[in-house]
């Protein structure tokens, strides 16, 4: 059973009532979303309880401070959250909350996912160097359009904008100016979105054109971009040179939502070894960069959780040093999740490849054993 | 193609085979001295990672070795192997290195012979291919 409803203000205006309201009606006790700061000009994740919310709730930001996922890792580590909490998450970051089920690392019970179409978010930089009250605006305007001029690099090549796999989606694009439509998606959406007032929505034809429309041109200029991207950095001499201002400094790890190792093999005492060690390898090349292994840290990070990678871009945002991280991993993901035609966060029941095999597959790794044996 | 040598880095499985390369070794079975042997308890224990800094730091070549399908002394190691050396594999070709350049071979504990004839075969393709393109050059 779908229910849809109509949720009036406009778009973020609407959200923000919708989660109140429902919050106040008794569907949720808590309450996990981003909140402003007094003057309207920063952002971050709260968690807040009923009775008690901030009078800046702002669902909706402009950019995106952290993934909500790496902070429900964070907070049900030890255990679920003790009553119904409803979660908003951008598409990106519940693409990183399904994957991190599977991986055990978020314990599920009790949230209540809420996803919304999402233009985008500007880079981190970007927002703060600029005027703020200009860009929130200029991102209202993209919430209802689907495009937003000056998004992050990911954002603006993302296809899969929509809040579809989350138990309540606010759906923005191709609906009528002054409103916006939840659809609830799960039995347990619909029991929270049954609780607030709200005309239904008879025929949701008109958004699901528009969102339609809006990922085939998206599917196309990701296809491009990556493929522009994949000319560029090509070839060892080419990598080096999308590496070569990065300072080792592991931001990009750290805020990244699949990243969720408490100790990474790459701060490890396995890089450790005596100065001469180093010297030989010096010795071997024409000279060691230090910190040495940097190449080596983002390559490992790649077949680490590269098949997992959601395109969030955090790791980007993150970036001192401005090194396209995120639109690497997306190059590097698409091929590595195209070997198991593995899509991250498409279905919480889909394993992850490193913990799943089929014993008939890849025979072509081991092909020149097998093709001997035959001859012999 | 003796004094050029070049650079094989194997990761052998401590139950076959490594066993097997032992086996080899005390049948004093003949095989290309290219080859830099390391034990790991199992094929799944070769991360991906190992077989990228290998290819970095100027290896010509990376041999994983296992336990036959169905053999793994854990079971299912050697599945799991293999998944890893198709993302190794992958990665290696976005890079722009030959993923040719690794191999995955099953070798049983009793297989001397295999085992120098697997050396040998790898070592003759490197040889064909020269060396690899990162081994001097100073990579980030
Ligand atoms: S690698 Fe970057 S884009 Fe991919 S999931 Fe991690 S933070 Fe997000
Ligand atoms: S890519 Fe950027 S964030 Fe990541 S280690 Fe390099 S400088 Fe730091
Ligand atoms: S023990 Fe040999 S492959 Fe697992």
Known sequence: MKIAKKIPGRNREALRGLLESMVEKG???????????????????????????????????PIMSRSAAGMLTYLTRKGPLPGKTLVVLRPCELRAVTELRKLNQIHADNLVTVSFDCPGVFPLKDFFKGKAAVLIEQHEKALSDGTLAGARNVCAICAEFTGEGADIELGFLGVPEGECWAVANTEAGAQCLGLVEGEDVGDLSSRDEAVQAAKERRAVERKQRLLAFQQEVGGPENIAKVLENCLNCHNCMRVCPICFCQECYFESSAFRAEADRFLARAGRKKGLSMPADTLLFHLGRMS???????????????????????????????????????????????????????????QEMEAPYLEKRGQD | MSGKRKKIVAFLCNWCTYTAADLAGTSRLKYEPDIRILRVMCSS?????????????????VLVGGCELGDCHYQRGNYYARRKVAVAKKIAADMGLDPERIRLSWISA??????????????????????????????V
């Open chain 2, 45 to 61: 224990r070769v991360d991906p990672v190992f077989i990228l800094k290998a290819l970095m730091d100027g290896a010509d070549g």
């Open chain 2, 110 to 139: 009793s297989d001397g012979p295999r085992f120098a004839e697997v050396v040998n075969e790898f070592t003759r393709e490197i040889e064909e291919k020269g060396d690899t393109p990162v081994k001097h050059e100073a990579y």
């Open chain 1, 304 to 362: 680490h959780m590269s098949v997992s990678c959601v395109s969030c871009g955090a790791c980007e945002d993150a970036c001192p040093a401005d090194v396209p991280v995120s639109l690497f991993f997306s190059l590097v993901g698409r091929s590595t999740q195209g070997i198991f035609d593995y899509v991250p966060g498409r279905d919480v029941s889909e394993p992850v490849p490193y913990l799943h095999y089929e014993r008939e597959e890849f």
């Open chain 1, 27 to 61: 569907a949720a006790e808590s309450l996990f979303a981003a909140a402003a700061n007094k003057r309207g000009d920063s952002f971050s994740y709260f968690l807040m309880k009923r009775g008690s919310l901030p009078d800046t709730l702002e669902p909706l930001p």
